[in-house]
């Protein structure tokens, strides 16, 4: 069976840096920091006091009042960045297309904010003060649930669960629906809202969150004076579609989807593979699935979380696919300017990959100060840099051992 191309057509976004695809971009280009201090649980109850907060959301700009209110938070951002990809992508969706439009949108922990809230109403008050839309607000699924019943889309609809892999996990799943045939349009990519009390205290138990009080320095991957990631939130959407299908109505292309690779480490709850072997495993998958050397690729978007092993592993991983071109290979982490959205981070970062080769530009890793040498190879550290990227990579890295990695090229 011949593989059908796919192409990327449309964006949608809220992030720490901005509640757009443009603002944020614009900002990660500038190198700003979107990480400030902790407000959305009391930071005097934690080690930390900062985080990669959205901030003025306001999800009745997208939905109505009464529906929002059905939604977890991290729903909210997926449905928003969905109808901005949507129209991004000029895409209408009606009775006759409907069933060859599909969503598939990654989340890794779902509605934690909507879990402690009625778990305390049940606590003080009992059951019956449970809402009944507890369970659909809080379930992982819910993102693509809502954004299907928004946009009418009643193709494939799925949520991929690979904790910090989710967004990434999802897009690449998504793409290979499209390739198979079982749909023509899929809205796919990742959201989270995982600042709650008891998110932010399970992530500060086990040691892996920064304690740098300092909002514009706290994330800094690749750095030798990394202390850990930074929590953050938000939504990255991607409108993917088949090359026939975007022809067929003229749609604008960014760019095109061509490879993905998914793995697991078997190996550790938390801590990634020794030597980064399945993440390794997991790049070189997805370029042997985009039929290309690893010398043809220009640019890597990293996990790059600002933790100890996940940034040197990830070196030794890109090392062991790209051999000499590793130290020609441009390498960035946008969580230095965005923290880490866990299952939200592969939508935002595929997005960022996009527009490295739509716009010729690769953001920077901010903070970059002290090199390690255990983390040799270029990060395009501090200042964007001008570039002609022809094929460039996004990495995602989950607790459990999930590694997934997706390959995109310009379009012609």
């Known amino acids: 069976m011949e593989k059908r191309r796919v192409v990327v057509t449309g964006l949608g976004a809220v992030t720490p840096l901005g509640n757009d695809v443009e603002t944020t971009w614009s900002q990660a280009v500038a190198g700003v920091s979107g990480i400030g201090a902790l407000t959305r649980v009391p930071a005097e109850n934690f080690p930390i006091s900062v985080s990669g907060e959205v901030k003025d959301f306001e999800p009745t700009d997208f939905v109505d009042r009464k529906d929002a209110r059905k939604m977890d938070r991290f729903t909210q951002f997926a449905v928003a960045s969905s109808l901005m990809a949507v129209k991004d992508a000029d895409l209408k969706i009606t009775e006759e297309n409907a069933e060859r439009v599909g969503v598939w949108i990654g989340s890794g922990i779902g509605g934690m904010e909507t879990y402690e809230q009625q778990f305390h109403n049940f606590i003080e008050k009992g059951y019956r003060r449970v809402s009944p839309f507890f369970v659909p607000m809080m379930i992982p699924d819910m993102a693509s649930g809502q954004v299907s019943i928004t946009l009418g889309a009643k193709g494939v609809n799925s949520c991929s669960v690979t904790a910090c892999a989710s967004g990434t996990n999802s897009i690449g799943d998504a793409f290979k629906v499209i390739q198979r045939g079982d749909?023509?349009?899929?809205?796919?990519?990742?959201?989270?809202?995982?600042?709650?009390?008891?998110?932010?205290?399970?992530?500060?138990?086990?040691?892996?969150?920064?304690?740098?009080?300092?909002?514009?320095?706290?994330?800094?991957?690749?750095?030798?004076?990394?202390?850990?990631?930074?929590?953050?939130?938000?939504?990255?959407?991607?409108?993917?579609?088949?090359?026939?299908?975007?022809?067929?109505?003229?749609?604008?292309?960014?760019?095109?989807?061509?490879?993905?690779?998914?793995?697991?480490?078997?190996?550790?709850?938390?801590?990634?593979?020794?030597?980064?072997?399945?993440?390794?495993?997991?790049?070189?998958?997805?370029?042997?699935?985009?039929?290309?050397?690893?010398?043809?690729?220009?640019?890597?978007?990293?996990?790059?979380?600002?933790?100890?092993?996940?940034?040197?592993?990830?070196?030794?991983?890109?090392?062991?696919?790209?051999?000499?071109?590793?130290?020609?290979?441009?390498?960035?982490?946008?969580?230095?300017?965005?923290?880490?959205?866990?299952?939200?981070?592969?939508?935002?970062?595929?997005?960022?990959?996009?527009?490295?080769?739509?716009?010729?530009?690769?953001?920077?890793?901010?903070?970059?100060?002290?090199?390690?040498?255990?983390?040799?190879?270029?990060?395009?550290?501090?200042?964007?840099?001008?570039?002609?990227?022809?094929?460039?990579?996004s990495n995602s890295l989950g607790f459990g051992g999930h590694n997934a990695t997706i390959v995109f090229k310009a379009f012609d």
């Open 183 to 393: 749909a023509d349009v899929m809205i796919t990519g990742g959201t989270e809202a995982p600042i709650t009390n008891m998110a932010v205290a399970g992530f500060c138990a086990a040691k892996a969150v920064s304690t740098n009080s300092d909002p514009k320095t706290a994330s800094r991957p690749f750095d030798k004076n990394r202390d850990g990631f930074v929590m953050g939130e938000g939504a990255g959407i991607l409108v993917l579609e088949s090359l026939e299908s975007a022809e067929k109505r003229g749609a604008k292309i960014y760019a095109e989807i061509i490879g993905y690779g998914s793995t697991g480490d078997a190996y550790h709850l938390t801590q990634p593979a020794a030597e980064g072997e399945g993440a390794a495993r997991a790049m070189k998958m997805a370029i042997d699935d985009a039929g290309l050397n690893p010398s043809d690729v220009d640019y890597l978007n990293a996990h790059g979380t600002s933790t100890f092993y996940n940034d040197r592993y990830e070196t030794l991983a890109a090392k062991s696919v790209f051999g000499e071109h590793a130290y020609k290979l441009a390498i960035s982490s946008t969580k230095s300017m965005t923290g880490h959205l866990l299952g939200a981070a592969g939508g935002v970062e595929a997005i960022f990959t996009i527009k490295a080769i739509k716009e010729g530009l690769i953001p920077p890793t901010i903070n970059y100060e002290t090199p390690d040498e255990d983390c040799d190879l270029d990060y395009v550290p501090n200042e964007a840099r001008k570039s002609n990227v022809k094929v460039a990579m």
